[in-house]
């Protein structure tokens, strides 16, 4: 008897978890047609702009009730799913208020339609910008981002430009753009048990933080970014090299579509390194690195090849990376370190820019950090999990932070992590970053998130210090 009611009560909270996200997926869907980043929106909002706005306060608070009950839903049942099958039928529910409303926190849509457009006619998104052609919808994309060169990768130009030719209208692009996000979803929801399965994870606890999390509705649904594509190829190549290593033909398959992710983002290939340890059968050696890692790292170089020369446009894309560095927010640590350096200064009548400094010093660490980890992995096992904290690694100390890229390190964390609150509570934050209309509220509140952000990192720093000397210590000493 106890046991049936138990078991009712984990039912009720299971129903209650998924109707409550449904709740909040409706009102996020309401506070798109009301004001998110609709095409004729301000280009230049501030969250004043948006309160003393038609509908301000309605707005916002349609905004921060909804994600709060999606962010509550998830977070409620992180570590009691019922099953694989519940997780994909909730995530089902949770995204279809989403594919109907306006895009949501971001208006990157419009700037990849922009970019198919220029790309379609001919131009070089690499050399110039969208301003150029002038694409038919420039008045929907924010200003920065009008002359500079896209930042994506080949593959991606190539899916925008076919995707424009395709539907020829703003809206017809947004849709086809959704579909090709639904199916990064889908196919991350097919790879991602089998990798947690090889990494003793439960495959319903996995699908659940990866694709319950609140930035997934709003972010991959609704807003549509390329993301959702570069981790369904990032997970399932990772996931085939689980499942087939010291197999050629697999490793290879998954090699090309580790090059394939990359050829969205570029930032994709950091895991192949990872990847190509996890294809090593035995002990871990240079020769049978070399013998079955080779595949992996030969099909990723092969994938990324051929689609760059399909695209006919070479390395630009590379080049098109720097124009993240146009956005100031503290959500960077380097970036916010930066900040916090000409905060303390200026009182004594210093004025530098110390961003340039601090982040070339991040990028400098990200390099280092991730040849550590690699070592670590080699010495350690558990190639997966420190693929997975090297995309911590590059999304924390580039030198932009955007809520969505949180969902790179977020899907092989889902698989192979043990413990899930510390990137649980970093996925909550994340959610609460970006209003409706895509306005970033990093960049309206410098002070006190720079000072604070920095203050993190200090600590942080220390911790790491400690923990290191801890481990050199010889057991017994005083």
Same mark, same amino acid.
């Given at each position: 008897?106890?046991?049936?009611?138990?078991?009712?009560?984990?039912?009720?909270?299971?129903?209650?978890?998924r109707w409550t996200g449904l709740a909040g997926s409706?009102?996020?869907?309401?506070?798109?047609?009301?004001?998110?980043?609709?095409?004729?929106?301000?280009?230049?909002?501030?969250?004043?702009?948006?309160?003393?706005?038609?509908?301000?306060?309605?707005?916002?608070?349609?905004?921060?009730?909804?994600?709060?009950?999606?962010?509550?839903?998830?977070?409620?049942?992180?570590?009691?799913?019922?099953?694989?099958?519940?997780?994909?039928?909730?995530?089902?529910?949770?995204?279809?208020?989403?594919?109907?409303?306006?895009?949501?926190?971001?208006?990157?849509?419009?700037?990849?339609?922009?970019?198919?457009?220029?790309?379609?006619?001919?131009?070089?998104?690499?050399?110039?910008?969208?301003?150029?052609?002038?694409?038919?919808?420039?008045?929907?994309?924010?200003?920065?981002?009008?002359?500079?060169?896209?930042?994506?990768?080949?593959?991606?130009?190539?899916?925008?430009?076919?995707?424009?030719?395709?539907?020829?209208?703003?809206?017809?692009?947004?849709?086809?753009?959704?579909?090709?996000?639904?199916?990064?979803?889908?196919?991350?929801?097919?790879?991602?048990? !089998? *990798? &947690?399965?090889?990494?003793? @994870?439960?495959?319903?606890?996995? $699908?659940? =933080?990866?694709?319950? %999390?609140? /930035?997934?509705?709003?972010?991959?649904?609704?807003?549509?970014?390329?993301?959702?594509?570069?981790?369904?190829?990032?997970?399932?190549?990772?996931?085939?090299?689980?499942?087939?290593?010291?197999?050629?033909?697999?490793?290879?398959?998954?090699?090309?579509?580790?090059?394939?992710?990359?050829?969205?983002?570029?930032?994709?290939?950091?895991?192949?390194?990872?990847?190509?340890?996890a294809a090593v059968v035995g002990p871990y050696r240079?020769?049978?690195?070399?013998?079955?890692?080779?595949?992996?790292?030969?099909? !990723? *170089? &092969?994938?990324?090849?051929? @689609?760059?020369?399909?695209?006919? $446009?070479? =390395?630009?894309?590379? %080049?098109? /990376?720097?124009?993240?560095?146009?956005?100031?927010?503290?959500?960077?640590?380097?970036?916010?370190?930066?900040?916090?350096?000409?905060?303390?200064?200026?009182?004594?009548?210093?004025?530098?820019?110390?961003?340039?400094?601090?982040?070339?010093?991040?990028?400098?660490?990200?390099?280092?950090?991730?040849?550590?980890?690699?070592?670590?992995?080699?010495?350690?096992?558990?190639?997966?999990?420190?693929?997975?904290?090297?995309?911590?690694?590059?999304?924390?100390?580039?030198?932009?932070?955007?809520?969505?890229?949180? *969902?790179?390190?977020?899907?092989?964390?889902?698989?192979?992590?043990?413990?899930?609150?510390?990137?649980?509570?970093?996925?909550?934050?994340?959610?609460?970053?970006?209003?409706?209309?895509?306005?970033?509220?990093?960049?309206?509140?410098?002070?006190?998130?720079?000072?604070?952000?920095?203050?993190?990192?200090?600590?942080?720093?220390?911790?790491?210090?400690?923990?290191?000397?801890?481990?050199?210590?010889?057991?017994?000493?005083?």
């Amino acid at each position: 008897m106890a046991d049936h009611r138990t078991g009712s009560m984990a039912n009720v909270s299971h129903h209650l978890s998924r109707w409550t996200g449904l709740a909040g997926s409706v009102l996020l869907a309401v506070a798109a047609y009301l004001g998110g980043a609709l095409p004729d929106g301000d280009l230049r909002p501030t969250p004043v702009s948006i309160w003393q706005g038609p509908d301000g306060p309605l707005i916002i608070a349609l905004w921060l009730v909804g994600t709060a009950l999606l962010a509550w839903a998830w977070w409620s049942l992180r570590d009691r799913i019922p099953s694989s099958r519940w997780v994909l039928v909730t995530v089902a529910i949770w995204l279809l208020p989403m594919l109907v409303a306006p895009p949501l926190g971001s208006r990157d849509v419009y700037a990849y339609a922009c970019q198919g457009a220029s790309f379609s006619a001919g131009l070089n998104p690499y050399e110039q910008g969208v301003s150029a052609l002038p694409c038919p919808w420039l008045d929907t994309i924010s200003y920065i981002w009008r002359d500079t060169p896209a930042p994506y990768g080949p593959l991606f130009v190539l899916l925008a430009g076919a995707v424009v030719k395709a539907t020829g209208s703003l809206w017809g692009a947004v849709a086809l753009f959704r579909l090709l996000a639904l199916a990064g979803v889908a196919l991350t929801a097919w790879a991602l048990p !089998a *990798l &947690a399965r090889r990494c003793g @994870v439960p495959p319903e606890r996995a $699908l659940w =933080l990866a694709l319950a %999390s609140p /930035l997934v509705p709003v972010h991959l649904a609704s807003g549509a970014h390329n993301d959702a594509m570069m981790v369904g190829l990032l997970v399932a190549g990772l996931a085939v090299v689980a499942s087939r290593p010291g197999r050629p033909g697999p490793l290879l398959a998954g090699g090309l579509l580790l090059g394939l992710a990359a050829s969205i983002k570029v930032t994709a290939f950091v895991v192949v390194p990872f990847a190509a340890l996890a294809a090593v059968v035995g002990p871990y050696r240079v020769r049978a690195l070399i013998r079955d890692g080779g595949w992996v790292v030969g099909g !990723a *170089l &092969a994938a990324l090849a051929a @689609v760059t020369l399909a695209a006919g $446009l070479g =390395l630009g894309f590379v %080049s098109g /990376l720097e124009q993240g560095g146009l956005v100031v927010a503290w959500t960077s640590p380097p970036t916010a370190v930066g900040q916090t350096v000409g905060y303390l200064l200026a009182p004594f009548g210093v004025h530098v820019d110390a961003l340039p400094a601090t982040r070339a010093i991040g990028m400098v660490v990200l390099v280092v950090l991730l040849i550590w980890l690699w070592f670590r992995a080699w010495r350690r096992g558990e190639p997966f999990w420190h693929a997975a904290l090297a995309l911590v690694a590059t999304v924390a100390l580039a030198p932009l932070f955007h809520p969505w890229y949180w *969902l790179w390190p977020l899907a092989v964390l889902a698989a192979t992590a043990r413990r899930t609150g510390w990137f649980a509570i970093v996925t909550l934050v994340s959610a609460f970053l970006v209003l409706a209309d895509g306005t970033g509220l990093p960049r309206f509140t410098k002070m006190p998130g720079a000072p604070l952000m920095t203050l993190f990192v200090i600590v942080l720093v220390v911790r790491l210090v400690r923990s290191a000397r801890k481990v050199r210590e010889p057991v017994g000493a005083d």
